[in-house]
């Protein structure tokens, strides 16, 4: 089955990297999406182009983990989107930060955990509303990680921020599966994006040798994944954290 040419999709953060990837696939079968991201990029500008004369695409400067962004950006969309409602949200913004707890701020691991959690439960209840209202069903997916369940050095607040994603993603799905509403974490490993960029030589020598693939993961090994998930033959898949990780967890 192909989908709807109306089924409106909202990803938070894409710019680049995942969400760029995910956003490009989206439009690419047919799904109307919106996007933000604190500042356009060169990308953004194409697929503006490209769908100008569509209506399939809008990208709006927004920065989540600011409450009033948020809701403005939600409400931009659902201006954008008219009757069409909204069928699937996301979550992807996400930022990172590296060090050790004992010695890293306090501000910015607020900053982590406003961004990649707090803000995904905000527009997680912003797009539930609009979902249930309508009466169609609809799709959550939260983007984790495996350090969220692994956890690994100096990633403290990140970690804390992506294993909050699932434990959201668990509970939300026990409370919206009567009404059609499937939530989900995709959870991938170590990809080849700007927030492994930090990463030095030996580090990622060193997770590439204990992935049985033998290789950090690129954002075409997850786009599939989330793709199937938006899909009519995903829905009675909710509840579940999908790793794709090349084997490393395992």
Request: glycine share 12%; aromatic share 6%; net charge neutral.
């Amino acid at each position: 089955m192909t989908p709807n040419h109306r089924q409106v999709v909202i990803v938070t953060g894409g710019s680049r990297g995942l969400g760029l990837e995910l956003v490009s696939s989206l439009l690419a079968q047919g799904y109307r999406v919106a996007t933000c991201s604190r500042k356009k990029t060169i990308e953004i500008d194409k697929l503006e182009s490209s769908y100008k004369t569509t209506g399939g695409f809008l990208w709006t400067a927004s920065e989540m983990g600011i409450e009033e962004e948020e809701q403005t950006f939600f409400d931009h969309v659902m201006d954008w989107a008219a009757d069409d409602g909204l069928y699937g949200l996301v979550n992807n913004a996400a930022i990172t930060g590296e060090g050790i707890l004992a010695t890293f701020p306090n501000v910015d691991s607020e900053r982590i955990i406003n961004v990649n959690l707090l803000s995904a439960l905000r527009l997680s209840r912003l797009a539930l509303r609009v979902m249930i209202r309508h009466g169609d069903g609809g799709r959550i997916i939260n983007i984790s990680s495996i350090v969220g369940s692994r956890g690994y050095t100096g990633l403290a607040a990140y970690s804390v921020s992506k294993s909050g994603m699932d434990g959201l993603t668990r509970s939300v799905a026990r409370e919206v599966g009567r009404r059609g509403v499937t939530v989900n974490s995709v959870a991938p490993g170590y990809l080849e994006t700007e927030l492994s960029a930090g990463l030095g030589e030996a580090q990622r020598r060193q997770i590439m040798n204990r992935t049985p693939i033998g290789r950090l993961g690129s954002v075409t090994d997850v786009t599939p994944l989330i793709c199937f998930l938006l899909r009519p033959e995903a829905s009675f898949i909710t509840g579940q954290t999908l790793v794709v990780d090349g084997g490393l967890s395992c």
